[in-house]
């Protein structure tokens, strides 16, 4: 698919279109990855991709997996935009309602996976990248607010900005959402942005309601040869020097050398984040720790050296 995907790209242009994004993702997902093995988190990512396509979004023209998520486009026109937007509201509601029975009696889901999904909605103008008749990637404002608005619905929920058309919705749909204002960074930072939130699901935090203030990072950093982090074993704890403002923005990033064809590529590094890690307070102390077995097993699959170092570097917001 790669390979067909950058042939592609030799002859794509942009267009201009009308759509209206959806962003699902899957709450909880990041835990229960680290807690089964990699074969059954892909197993029940497949299962509820299959189930959204077919099930709640037959008419969708693109789809884009988000790693704990997915990322749906669904055209619309001037000349029926009350239908487009109401039906795809209706199938929102429906998968929050419906999600936490996706895998109840399949054979193949004999564990226990999440029951909660987080929605974004927006709609406008996207810029739409194709070659030869296929849809290779969206991009612009509206997928970008969608995806800011579905950071918002948790624990779940479903959440769209003011200019989506709530009136376009009959009057039973209307009542079960709640009007509030967000400031989110990037988008509408001195001035807060409308949204609607499901009534009873989502819990807008009143410190997103408050203008945005310039984050500080603290950045913590550790090197060790692949060896040594081997050694170490699957649980690796770092003592963190203060605790963070919000433990959902941590990152656990990996710095390494580059490795071409079995080779090292002198010069050059190679910089990805990590997400096998979870935070904790220990007797009021905060921790971060991380699963060194995933990481050894990673970097050895990318050619990785015993004696070669790692340098790895936790980063999250000061309080």
């Known amino acids: 698919m790669h390979k067909e995907f950058r042939a592609l790209l030799e002859n794509a242009t942009g267009k201009s279109e009308f759509v209206i994004a959806v962003n699902i993702d899957i709450r909880g997902f990041s835990s229960f990855s680290r807690s089964v093995d990699s074969f059954e988190s892909a197993m029940f990512l497949k299962k509820v991709y299959r189930k959204l396509i077919d099930e709640y979004f037959p008419n969708a023209s693109f789809f884009k997996p988000t790693g704990d998520g997915l990322l749906v486009i669904i055209p619309y026109t001037e000349e029926n935009p009350k239908e487009d937007v109401t039906n795809t509201v209706r199938a929102c509601l ?32 996207a810029c739409c990248l194709f070659s030869e008749g296929k849809k290779l ?89 692949l060896k040594e982090i081997k050694v170490r074993g699957p649980g690796f704890a770092y003592p963190l020097s203060s605790e963070p403002a919000d433990p959902d923005k941590i990152e656990v ?16 590094i190679t ?49």
Request: glycine share 10%; charged share 30%; proline share 5%.
């Open 94 to 125: 429906s998968i929050l309602r419906d999600f936490g029975s996706f895998c109840v009696n399949d054979p193949m889901i004999y564990f226990g996976v999440p029951e909660k999904v987080g929605i974004g909605l927006s709609k406008g103008a």
């Open 253 to 268: 990033g990996v710095i390494r050398p580059a490795v071409e064809k079995g080779r090292r590529v002198r010069d050059v």
């Open 271 to 319: 910089r990805t984040l990590f997400e096998k890690f979870h935070y904790f307070l220990e007797a009021g102390k905060p921790k971060i720790v991380v699963d060194f077995g995933s990481l050894a097993t990673e970097l050895e699959q990318e050619g990785i050296k015993d004696n070669w170092k790692i340098r790895i570097e936790i980063r999250y917001p000061k309080k």
């Open 137 to 225: 990637d969206y991009s612009g404002k509206a997928i970008n607010l969608a995806s800011r608005l579905m950071d918002f619905a948790r624990p779940s929920g479903i959440v769209f900005d003011a200019n989506f058309g709530i009136q376009l919705l009959p009057d039973e749909l209307k009542g079960l959402f709640s009007k509030d204002g967000v400031y989110i960074r990037g988008i509408s930072e001195k001035e807060p942005i409308g949204i609607y939130y499901t009534r009873g699901f989502t819990y807008i935090h009143p410190s997103s309601k408050q203008p945005l203030q310039k984050v500080r990072f603290k950045v913590q950093k550790d090197t060790k040869t």
